[in-house]
Nanobody
């Protein structure tokens, strides 16, 4: 069972930045495709960004965060990152990292929550206007 622990959330003013981190307990971290999701109150969980396994050569973002958020991974540290710049009030949500350990192809970046096998507990991001 892989454990994922997120950190880095907090309260920030609109236009500010935060960097989220997600540390995996499993030494097979590099073989997982990884994703960031978020869920606002009363809304469904939605895909934010994803990165392919191994070197992370493929990344994928939802349109509303393109150009503002950057996903990256450090396999030596078993850590996934999400750099969030130019934050907006609509980015307010609980952010979750997730791991997919059975992608078919090395460049696959799943965007559906059901594709992921392991989830962290979430970290709150609040952006004030």
């Amino acid at each position: 069972q892989v454990q994922l622990v997120e950190s880095g959330g907090g309260l920030v003013q609109a236009g500010g930045s935060l960097r989220l981190s997600c540390v995996a307990s499993d030494g097979s971290f590099s073989s997982y495709a990884m994703g960031w999701f978020r869920q606002a109150p009363g809304k469904e969980r939605e895909f934010v960004a994803g990165i392919s396994r191994w070197s992370g050569g493929t990344t994928y973002y939802r349109n509303s965060v393109k150009g503002r958020f950057t996903i990256s991974r450090d396999n030596a540290k078993r850590t996934l990152y999400l750099q969030m710049n130019s934050l907006k009030p609509e980015d307010t949500a609980v952010y979750y990292c997730a791991a997919d350990n059975d992608v078919r192809r090395s460049w696959d970046v799943p965007s559906l929550p059901g594709s992921y096998d392991y989830w962290g507990q979430g970290t709150q991001v609040t952006v004030s206007s």
